[in-house]
């Protein structure tokens, strides 16, 4: 859905750029640069890094969402459980902290529950857990900044 909003703002900006002269004398390496700039890190309609934030949704998508505030960054899902696993559920907080594409603008807290006679009982997450899934988040944006440059 946003992405004919992204190309129609993307050749929006493009045409916009011979009449200023940028893509002048010496046009190649120009035209490359323009090309990066418009998928540079810091690319965002929102109030966090756009490429962080899409990837987080994407990441998340097999989860329930409660929160996704683009302004403020922070993405809450409900708890989940996986089909092959019902006696156990996770619940994901996620924070992007900032505008720019860097491993330390993300913050991922989990949250996990296994049952125990019918009651839902609080367990302990382990680092790997969240280490594994910022990764898997910072590859995806990552992998859609690269897209946008080379697209």
């Given at each position: 859905?946003?992405?004919?909003?992204?190309?129609?703002?993307?050749?929006?900006?493009?045409?916009?750029?011979?009449?200023?002269?940028?893509?002048?004398?010496?046009?190649?390496?120009?035209?490359?640069?323009?090309?990066?700039?418009?998928?540079?890190?810091?690319?965002?309609?929102?109030?966090?890094?756009?490429?962080?934030?899409?990837?987080?949704?994407?990441?998340?998508?097999?989860?329930?969402?409660?929160?996704?505030?683009?302004?403020?960054?922070?993405?809450?899902?409900d708890?989940?459980?996986?089909?092959?696993?019902?006696?156990?559920?996770?619940?994901?907080?996620?924070?992007?902290?900032?505008?720019?594409?860097?491993?330390?603008?993300?913050?991922?807290?989990?949250?996990?529950?296994?049952?125990?006679?019918?009651?839902?009982?609080?367990?302990?997450?382990?680092?790997?857990?969240?280490?594994?899934?910022e990764?898997?988040?910072?590859?995806?944006?990552?992998?859609?900044?690269?897209a946008?440059?080379?697209?």
């Amino acid at each position: 859905m946003r992405r004919p909003l992204t190309a129609a703002l993307a050749l929006s900006l493009l045409a916009t750029l011979p009449a200023c002269g940028f893509l002048g004398v010496g046009g190649g390496k120009q035209k490359e640069r323009a090309k990066a700039d418009l998928a540079a890190s810091r690319v965002t309609t929102i109030g966090v890094n756009a490429y962080l934030w899409r990837a987080t949704l994407d990441t998340l998508s097999f989860m329930p969402l409660v929160q996704a505030d683009a302004n403020g960054g922070v993405i809450v899902t409900d708890w989940y459980s996986n089909p092959n696993n019902p006696g156990e559920r996770m619940k994901l907080t996620v924070s992007v902290l900032d505008q720019d594409l860097r491993a330390d603008a993300l913050r991922v807290a989990a949250s996990r529950q296994i049952n125990q006679d019918g009651n839902w009982v609080a367990a302990p997450v382990q680092a790997a857990t969240v280490q594994k899934l910022e990764e898997i988040i910072l590859t995806k944006a990552r992998d859609l900044r690269r897209a946008a440059i080379t697209g």
